[in-house]
């Protein structure tokens, strides 16, 4: 995959993710995630998971809010570990969740971060390698 490639396929992500976020919770690990987020044009009601309680607490969170969420921990092991905790914890309570994107991102975004927070960055540096446009 090259980059143009793969910078199509990190936009089609955010795109998703930005039209998930009308009616989901996105689940991040901290502020700095929602900072790229926004930077990348995703906007909606964030829920930082490590700063509000831990996994159990963002899934009451979201059980309470009558919402499905979106899962959107960084992929490195413990952001996987703590994905794995919200689903477990949201399916015991009966919440719905999505997760596609945060799976998507990690495959499209390895080479390059292994977390949210660098989103920002991933798509400046793909969209700095495009050949110029004639």
Known sequence: MDDAER???????LERLSELAADHIILVEGLKDVDALRKVGVDGDFYCVQSSGGPLKAAEHVWRSGRPAVIMTDWDRRGGSLAEALRENLSSLGAGYDDTVRRDLAVLCRPYSKDVESLDSVVALLESRLPPSP
């Open 7 to 13: 910078l199509e396929g990190v936009l089609a992500a």
